[in-house]
């Protein structure tokens, strides 16, 4: 009998921390109802203390999904704890999670304290959460860092305080798998209550030296049965542990023991509608979801996988949700098409929203021999900008080589019609002239990316933009066959998400 892995879900907190991939509380109620669909057993939804929309998507989230429990985080302070409980208070099952740096960089520089405190703040926090719920996770941050003695000294005695599942975070990314194993097994050998069933041990890794995975799978090893993951491996900096990596590996290697209750064949759709709601392209080769995951492109590949698949693919594509009989749409495609090939990459929409869908869809299948799945999630999201105040109404530029780009440009705002041109050193600087003509207010570009979706040159540019205004930075993002509206598109994006 395998023994059962439990998957905690951290993409909307640590994983949507990452600068440009914050959701709004619709989008995170919908990849919430999809990791229920996919049957992860906690979402961490957030950390309510740190901002109104933080405790805003805890709450709808808490209301939204049924039977995953609720986690909200805190530092190892009372009023933080106070919020949490606060916005878990619609949840049908709700956890805290609460922690303080343990090792001596955090003990020394960031808090100023000393060991023996650390142990009775620690302490303390889990107490107080524990008046509240009676699910209380503690993290140990940069546990990675911290000495195996001392670790095991702060978890014997939170545990004795009630905490129910105890976090070890690698919080910088730095142990090696061995290592990482090894104190995970440290802690389940000196502290009495893993071995008594009344706490379990968790894995949360990052993955700046490439590890995360690897470290991961070595904690479950030690003795931890629950792992911190998000889809995609998405997270700051490297990003975390990916949910999808970790599932395959336990499924395709049965003979660990281990169980999850994840359906793999929602993973591919998941990590879809991640990648389109967060603006964050999965590189191509990424292990399980990325789009030559499974392509194989070598003669001798081919012909192998042709005789059969187990020659050289050690996952069939369909314990994925890799649907290979995809249709390509193409501008001949019916609604009913477009509708199925959305509903396949996790998208799931109304008539209504469909119709406008399809509109934009037979625009581009017009510039385009194929639409691809990338192609139709994003216009899957490009449709959210139709709430928006700021809407490019048309834009049409000159450029070429020995003659000045010219960029003459018409914007809705709410309603009202406005017009403008300017001339600029290429099409981009003279249209984003041309949008300041009208919209005159004291912004800076950053940051400024284009990017192709698939091949070809009547592909679809992605553009992700960072501008400042009034000392705060906006992230934007527009895609289009072409580059220069997609750029302009990206800077109204950006335009829209100002807070005044
Ligand atoms: O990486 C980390 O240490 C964390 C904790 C806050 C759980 O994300
Ligand atoms: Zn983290």
Redesign the pocket.
């Given at each position: 009998m395998s023994e059962r892995l439990y998957i905690f879900d951290t993409t909307l907190r640590?994983g949507e921390q990452v600068p440009g991939c914050q959701l709004n509380t619709v989008e995170k109620i919908q990849v919430a109802r999809q990791l229920e669909a996919l049957g992860v057993d906690v979402i961490e939804a957030g950390f309510p203390i740190s901002s109104p929309g933080d405790f805003k998507s805890v709450v709808e989230i808490s209301k939204a999904v049924t039977w995953p429990t609720i986690c909200a985080?805190t530092r190892a302070i009372e009023k933080d704890i106070d919020v949490a409980a606060q916005a878990l208070e619609y949840a049908k099952h709700k956890r805290i999670h609460t922690?303080i740096g343990t090792s001596e960089q955090h003990i020394r520089y960031k808090f100023n304290s000393t060991p023996e405190e650390i142990i009775e703040r620690a302490v303390a926090a889990v107490k107080y959460a524990k008046k509240y719920v009676e699910d209380v996770e503690f993290?140990a941050?940069?546990a990675g860092r911290t000495d195996n003695e001392y670790l095991a000294r702060v978890i014997d005695a939170v545990t004795k305080a009630g905490a129910t599942v105890c976090?070890i975070?690698d919080?910088t990314g730095f142990r090696l798998p061995g290592e990482y194993e090894a104190k995970i097994r440290y802690l389940y050998e000196h502290v009495d209550a893993f071995a008594a069933g009344k706490s379990i041990l968790s894995t949360?890794c990052?993955n700046d030296l490439g590890m995360a995975t690897a470290n991961t799978i070595a904690g479950v090893l030690g003795g931890a049965r629950q792992v911190e993951v998000t889809v995609n491996g998405i997270g700051e900096r490297a990003g975390n542990t990916s949910l999808e990596e970790v599932v395959m590996i336990l499924k395709t290697h049965p003979d660990i023991g281990i169980d999850t209750n994840i359906n793999t064949t929602k993973i591919w759709a998941t990590s879809r509608m991640v990648s389109s709601l967060m603006n964050m392209p999965v590189q191509p080769n990424k292990a399980v979801v990325g789009r030559n995951a499974f392509a194989h492109s070598s003669g001798i590949h081919q012909d192998g996988v042709l005789k059969n698949a187990s020659t050289y693919e050690i996952m069939d594509p369909k314990a994925v949700g890799i649907d290979d009989n995809a249709i390509v749409l193409t501008a001949r495609s019916g609604r009913a098409a477009l509708k199925h090939r959305l509903h396949v990459n996790g998208v799931d929409v109304e008539d209504k929203r469909l119709d406008a869908i399809y509109e934009d869809f037979l625009r581009l299948a017009d510039k385009k021999k194929e639409v691809t799945d990338d192609d139709i999630l994003m216009l899957a999201g490009a449709d959210r900008a139709t709430a928006h105040n700021v809407k490019l109404d048309y834009l049409q530029v000159t450029t070429g080589k020995g003659v000045k780009s010219v960029a003459s440009m018409g914007l809705d705002i709410a309603g009202e019609k406005f017009e403008a041109c300017a001339s600029g050193n290429g099409p981009v600087d003279a249209a984003i002239k041309a949008l300041k003509n009208i919209i005159r207010r004291q912004m800076t570009l950053k940051e400024f990316t284009i990017q192709a979706i698939s091949k070809g040159s009547d592909d679809v540019g992605k553009v992700h933009m960072q501008v400042e205004y009034d000392g705060q930075a906006y992230y934007g993002f527009g895609a289009n066959t072409d580059i220069v509206t997609a750029s302009v598109e990206a800077y109204i994006d950006c335009i829209n998400k100002f807070r005044h």
């Open positions: 640590d985080l922690g993290y941050e940069d976090n975070p919080t949360h990052h």
